[in-house]
């Protein structure tokens, strides 16, 4: 039975192979030895940047690092024969070619939301946020985030991840579609609506919050929601099976009820 890897093992096996102490590999790679220790015991996530770092020093294959795809840690004639004779393998089949790094989506999360708003045209910051494949969204300005508090349940619930694309101009929007919005005092999922060209309208699926209204001055970047991540299936497979049982429990009331007029007459 083979063993699946995380990216944190696949990160501790090139290291292995490089035969290269934690100090020495991370100062290969830009990054400090406590930040490397904290990938490998898998307690943070690997940034683009360090992704990049990774690719270009050691010629690292990005599908093996991130998926297990592949036969070999390292890119296809990039490494020398005495890597060869170390190199990982597993059971995934290998893949024809690289995805590029670029493909990769960066995860703005709570804890990021106040240097994502400080920051968020800065391309250097965003190399820093973890980042994750998403199958569908390899092409275009894409990003997620994670969406904090209860005002767009139930379709949106606290600590989801939603999926987003740029919008630009932020003015070419549609009326009433779901969009991550950046401003000043935050990050928030809302329906949104344009006002006379000069305002928009924020609005909650929830009954419990109001809309509100912003100048589009005020408003940093817009995101169209594409998808979402969730955990909510189960909770609303067990709401979906209650509702059958009290379907159920109704019919068979009902049908005695039926038997009991037909036995009297």
């Not at 099976?241 to 009331?253: G, M, P, W």
């Amino acid at each position: 039975m083979s063993i699946q890897l995380t990216s944190a093992d696949r990160l501790i096996e090139i290291r292995t192979v490089l035969k290269l102490s934690q100090k020495a590999f991370a100062s290969q790679i830009s990054i400090t030895q406590g930040a490397l220790s904290q990938l490998e015991t898998g307690k943070s996530m690997l940034s683009l940047q360090t992704i990049q770092n990774l690719c270009d020093v050691f010629c690292v294959d990005s599908n093996w690092l991130l998926m297990g795809l592949g036969e070999s840690p390292f890119r296809q004639n990039a490494i020398s024969d005495d890597m060869q004779e170390s190199k990982v393998t597993n059971s995934e089949p290998p893949m024809s070619r690289s995805f590029p790094v670029d493909s990769l989506l960066p995860l703005v999360n709570e804890e990021a939301h106040a240097g994502y708003i400080k920051n968020c045209e800065t391309p250097d910051y965003l190399t820093n946020l973890d980042v994750y494949r998403i199958p569908g969204f390899e092409s275009g300005d894409c990003r997620m985030f994670e969406i904090v508090g209860e005002s767009m349940q139930p379709t949106i619930h606290p600590r989801e991840i939603v999926v987003t694309e740029r919008v630009s101009p932020i003015t070419a929007i549609q009326d009433g579609a779901l969009y991550v919005v950046i401003t000043e005092e935050g990050i928030v999922a809302k329906r949104v609506y344009l006002h006379e060209e000069n305002h928009f309208i924020f609005k909650s699926d929830n009954a419990e919050f109001k809309s509100y209204s912003l100048p589009k001055e005020e408003v940093l970047q817009i995101w169209a929601i594409r998808a979402k991540i969730t955990t909510e299936l189960a909770p609303e497979a067990k709401t979906q099976v209650a509702r059958f049982e009290s379907i159920e429990s109704e019919i068979k009331a009902l049908r005695e009820q039926i038997s009991s007029l037909t036995n009297q007459t």
